[in-house]
Every structure is written in C-alpha cells, then in structure tokens.
C-alpha cells in the first residue's frame, strides 16, 4: 500500500537528522498518519543514519505506536479494576456490538479503532472510555450509542 510521504520531509526537518530524533519523529508520523506506514519506517532509516531493524524495534515496542492504520477516533476502554467493577466489560461489549468490531481492530471505513486499556487514572469517573484525548466517565451501556454518535459528528 502506496501514502502519500511528501509531508515527511517537514517532519524531518523539525529535528536534527541524527538517531537521537528516532522517537520524536515516530511521533510526528504517527499523528501526521494515525500509524506508521513501512515505506516512512525505510524513509526515516534514511534520514536518520539509524539501522532499519532499530526503527522497525523501536516501533513495535512502544504501545503508542502502530504498524496498521488507526481509526480517525481511537476509543480506549479503561479496563482497570474500578472500571471493571462498575461494568467495563458490558460497555466493551456494547461498543463492539455497535462498531461490529472487537478490541484491538478498526473499522473498515477508518472512522473508529477500539482498545482496552490497564488504567486511565480516572477512577472516579469510573467506568471510563476516552476517545482520542477526551474522557468520559460513569458511561453505561446505554449511553455507548450517544458517545459514538457525538464521536461521528467530531
């Protein structure tokens, strides 16, 4: 699969081409693309000086990136022990059922990814299901539709 990687070159240009800019400018490709298409991960070897294996390493251990694309609206279900307490795993259920995926996949229209989570650290709010950056507590199983509905509209 062919990306458009002329925005690349702006990324790189924002940090010094040396291996110590690797994790900065994943980031950067990340949010430009939502994941890490391989022809960027060759690319930035490229113009890092860094060793393919070393940015294809790097990529794959942090939890923060991904190989595949994401959704536009990635949904994170905290599954920590209040949240699971107070019914995580119905709203898991619930947003698989609407989205007619399961945890870990995306949509095939790319609109919404769906993952569960350790600990968002908001057990207060608890259950809590974040999409993208903003959090929602005390969600229930009849409010997933609303919350995907408001996800729709942005």
Known sequence: MNHD???????????????????????????????LPCEALKQTAEE??????????????????????????????CVGTTCHIRGAKQIQEQLEDELKI?????????????????????????????VNERYHGNVTVGSCKKLLKKGKKG
């Open 5 to 35: 990687l002329s925005k690349l070159s702006a990324i790189y240009d924002r940090y010094p081409r040396k291996p110590q800019s690797l994790i900065a400018v994943l980031q950067d490709i990340q949010k430009e693309y939502n994941f």
């Open 48 to 77: 890092l000086n860094v060793p393919l294996s070393k940015v294809f390493s790097v990529s794959t251990f942090y939890n923060a990136f991904s190989l595949v694309p994401k959704g536009e609206k990635v949904i994170r279900i």
């Open 102 to 130: 399961k945890a870990g996949q995306t949509t095939e229209d790319l609109q919404f990814s769906l993952e569960v989570v350790a600990c968002v650290g908001a057990c207060a709010m608890a259950p809590v299901v974040a």
